[in-house]
């Protein structure tokens, strides 16, 4: 069976690349808003598990299309001969500079490649790109034409009747939002343009479907264990007699967080390489809070759950969420911790940032200090006790597995991870994973806890799917 290969050609600009790393998953695709900037015939194989199933070849824009077709009008008097006089010209021009970038292009198509032709459906439809389609059409191959509205669909109306002249095949496709089903639904359209490939594309289709059932299902899982280890992590450490615990105790507080801090970055690492993302950039500055800004009311991230909800989930879960110092709502720290900790008074006003995390450490991690038959003691610090905290891992896992597996490998945005998800919880759902939770910080029944708790996060991963 042979791998179906695809070139994607165009006027410079036009988003060919972005088309090629949508299809390819492929965040190494090279892509710039200046024009020219794809210089020579890239091929990207789109692979799952080492199997290739599929390639596509970026390619330059044309630069000098009405010339090309001058000299194939030229050589070739009749349609039978057309296919092998662009090969004739590919041959003959490869190594002349004019004409390198249309040779480029072509190259691959005369090599057996199907068309992609991409334009751009925010620009006007004008007559001198038809010198490039008309060269397309002569070399004979399976062709399919793409509006990719990068700005607009202002002018798709005009694009569409004028592609209509040289294609029997036209698609809007946005290259930085199609989602999964739109890139499917276009590998199915190639498998029906030429009888050799539509085995090969169904194939293809088949294996990407149940890949992305395998690539959920592993986020969910690692989503999962984050957030119980998140509930059952602590860490320890032996003191001789006579050495200060308080210093000990603040250590094992920061290497506590650390440790959480370093596991959710893990997580993160891993649902990206799930969706074939090597190269993702994130923007979570807002949250890694300046110590001031620790307790600060007006600096709430409501990753977790708001005070209304704790109160409800802190009834029915049997934990203790309200108390005569306040409520605790959140817990601290950067990085993943941000957001945690805003601790209120019973009197409503917000604790003092210059008090520092460390005051208040053990309404997030319960520290112990045990005495030791040897002499001296044993320090602990974890498992967490605050009742939010495994809901703001939640929040924050669901917000950027589902900004993951949603964006295409054309989108070269920041990731913003500075949304808050959970207040899309029912009532019931909150009560449930307080139970869970309450039950998984005590022991109870971990089996049984865990695999609700992957029922559920699974369910949510797959919402968007």
């Not at 038809?130 to 002569?138: G, N």
């Not at 109306?157 to 209509?164: H, I, N």
């Not at 949250?287 to 009834?315: C, H, I, P, S, T």
């Amino acid at each position: 069976m042979s791998i179906p290969g695809f070139a994607v050609v165009g006027r410079p600009n036009k988003g060919k690349s972005s088309i090629v790393a949508t299809l390819a998953r492929d965040d190494a695709v090279y892509i710039d808003s200046r024009a020219g900037t794809t210089v020579a015939a890239d091929a990207y194989p789109m692979r799952v598990d080492g199997e290739t199933l599929y390639v596509l070849v970026d390619t330059p824009g044309f630069q000098r299309a009405r010339a090309v077709l001058e000299w194939l009008q030229a050589h070739c008097s009749d349609a039978a001969g057309r296919p092998e006089a662009v090969r004739a010209f590919v041959e003959q021009h490869e190594d002349d500079e004019r004409y390198r970038d249309e040779c480029q292009a072509l190259r691959p198509i005369v090599d057996g490649a199907g068309i992609i032709y991409v334009v751009d459906g925010s620009c006007p439809y004008g007559a001198e790109y038809e010198a490039e389609m008309e060269i397309l059409r002569w070399t004979g191959r399976p062709s399919l034409a793409l509006i990719n509205p990068i700005d607009s669909d202002e002018f798709v109306d005009q694009w569409t009747a004028g592609l209509g002249q040289f294609f029997t095949t036209v698609r809007v496709f946005n290259a930085q939002r199609a989602e999964l089903t739109k890139q499917l639904e276009l590998l199915e359209l190639f498998g029906h343009l030429d009888p050799a490939w539509r085995a090969p594309l169904e194939r293809a289709v088949t294996i990407l479907r149940q890949d992305r059932l395998l690539q959920t299902q592993a986020a969910s899982n690692y989503i999962t264990d984050l957030i119980i280890e998140g509930i059952t992590y602590q860490v320890d450490q032996a003191v001789p007699e006579g050495i200060p615990t308080e210093p000990v105790q603040k250590l094992l507080f920061e290497r506590y967080k650390a440790h959480l801090v370093k596991r959710e970055r893990q997580c993160r690492q891993r649902v990206e390489e799930l969706y074939y993302y090597a190269n993702l950039k994130r923007s979570e500055q807002s949250l890694a809070l300046e110590e001031g800004d620790l307790f600060n009311m007006e600096q709430w991230y409501l990753w977790g759950l708001g005070k209304k909800a704790l109160l409800a989930v802190g009834a029915s879960a049997g934990a203790v969420v309200g108390a005569t110092t306040g409520m605790a709502v959140d817990a601290v720290s950067g990085g993943l911790l941000a957001g945690l900790g805003t601790l209120v008074t019973g009197g409503g006003g917000a604790i003092s940032g210059a008090v520092g995390a460390w005051l208040y450490a053990d309404r997030i991690a319960q520290m112990k200090v045990k005495g030791i038959p040897t002499g001296g003691h044993r320090i602990s610090c974890g498992p967490s006790r605050n009742v939010n905290f495994p809901f703001v891992l939640l929040g924050r896992a669901l917000t950027h597995q589902r900004q993951v597996s949603t964006r295409t490998h054309a989108d070269r945005g920041e990731l913003d991870l500075s949304q808050p998800l959970l207040d899309w919880l029912g009532e019931r759902e909150r009560r449930q994973l307080a139970r869970i939770f309450a039950d998984l910080r005590s022991g109870k029944k971990p089996a049984q806890g865990r695999a609700e708790l992957a029922a559920m996060v699974l369910e949510w991963c797959r919402g968007k799917d």
